[in-house]
């Protein structure tokens, strides 16, 4: 029976690669000389160093642009509050999403459902697999998806037949 996978994971390659680019872009701009203005990774959140508001700001253009140009979806950065460091020094960390949340896996499952379409979908860990008899049922769930959700950027994988 064909299927494939619904899923939400971002390219950790490309997320790498532009935060050192922003962190290359801040060492290089006059506006952030003299100041302890940078961005960490670690696994999957990054953390952004800033020495007041108007410079966090800053920094988490550079980020949104950086990633933005490298091709990968903004809506993968779940931007934290906003802590204080010793002095003005400010420190953000930011969530990078991996895997389908269980909410946004429910409503994938009812909007195919209610699509009525002759496809099965079924919630398994951070995935959602979608089953059908035809692989044109399958292209058209997918195209109902990108449709109807878009609260995440979500990929499709494993497609078989």
Known sequence: MPSFD???KPDLVELRNAVEQANKEIATRFDFKGSDSRVEQKEKELIVFADDDFKLGQVKDIVLTKCAKRNLDV???DFGKTEKLSGDKLKQTVTVKNGIEQELAKKIVKAIKDSKMKVQASIQGDTVRIQGAKRDDLQ???ALLKKDVSDAPLSYENFRD
Request: glycine share 0%.
């Open 75 to 77: 809506r993968y950065l």
């Open 6 to 8: 619904v899923v939400c």
């Open 140 to 142: 058209n769930a997918i």
